[in-house]
């Protein structure tokens, strides 16, 4: 199984992006002061004397429908977030592309994080067997999806949290989003009720809501801890791995 969610800050630099030195990094994924938009086979080009080394991730977005699962993967890539409501069924599957820049703690490391966003209509995923299993393969994270105006979607959480559990090995990055967090009128969840739930499940829980206003700050909460825990995900591995010899050396012993 993967070890505990870190604290925040333990493996990545928190807002860094707001540092002056990161801007040779932000500016290659920025135009206009807005995200550049990167087709699959695209990636930001640093100059020589700054290159970078890239990793690639696979994040699913989870959740009901009419929680918001489109509108946040336009809101992390930088696109226009999408005015009305509607099922995702073109194709079934919709795939977005983020790039992030990201400095490492331990050895002051910059990387660019690839984060290739799934997102697949609820209605879609029950009517054609093909597209759960392909959304699973290969996945590194998932973003589960509730609506702060949508008790239902939120009472929904631990099933869906269950099932892609016994679907995994075990490493397999969880986060949970709550949408629509600006409609605080008609909230239907309440702190304490978050509260409950990620001491029951150690989850980070983060909040998303309201026009796009502060750039980067409005995405780098959720870019920041996806890619703190798919890093930490890949040094548990990496550890797991180191240790394998050693445990198959004292067998044969």
């Not at 073109?90 to 690839?114: A, C, D, S």
């Not at 909040?207 to 206003?213: D, K």
């Amino acid at each position: 199984m993967m070890e505990s969610v870190p604290p925040t800050g333990s493996f990545i630099v928190p807002d860094w992006h707001r540092c002056k030195e990161s801007k040779e990094y932000f500016n290659k994924i920025l135009h206009k002061k807005k995200q550049r938009q990167f087709g699959l086979l695209e990636s930001p080009m640093m100059p020589p004397h700054a290159a970078v080394d890239t990793v690639h991730y696979k994040i699913f977005i989870s959740g009901k429908s009419g929680v918001g699962k489109t509108t946040l993967a336009a809101r992390l890539a930088g696109l226009n977030i999408p005015k009305m409501h509607h099922e995702t069924t073109v194709g079934g599957i919709q795939t977005t592309v983020v790039y992030w820049p990201v400095k490492l703690r331990e050895n002051g490391r910059v990387l660019f994080f690839r984060l290739q966003l799934w997102d697949c209509g609820e209605n879609a995923l029950r009517r054609f067997d093909h597209l759960l299993p392909s959304c699973q393969e290969q996945v590194d994270a998932v973003l589960f999806l509730f609506s702060f105006t949508d008790r239902t979607s939120f009472e929904d959480l631990s099933n869906q949290i269950l099932k892609w559990t016994e679907q995994s090995d075990g490493c397999l990055v969880k986060v949970v989003v709550g949408t629509k967090f600006d409609l605080f009128m008609h909230c239907d969840v309440a702190e304490r009720d978050l509260r409950k739930f990620q001491e029951t499940w150690r989850i980070p829980v983060l909040r998303s809501g309201g026009e796009v206003s502060d750039g980067l700050g409005d995405v780098a909460l959720i870019l920041n801890c996806l890619a703190e825990n798919l890093w930490h995900q890949d040094c548990v591995k990496a550890r797991a791995v180191s240790q394998h010899p050693q445990h198959e050396a004292g067998a044969l012993i």
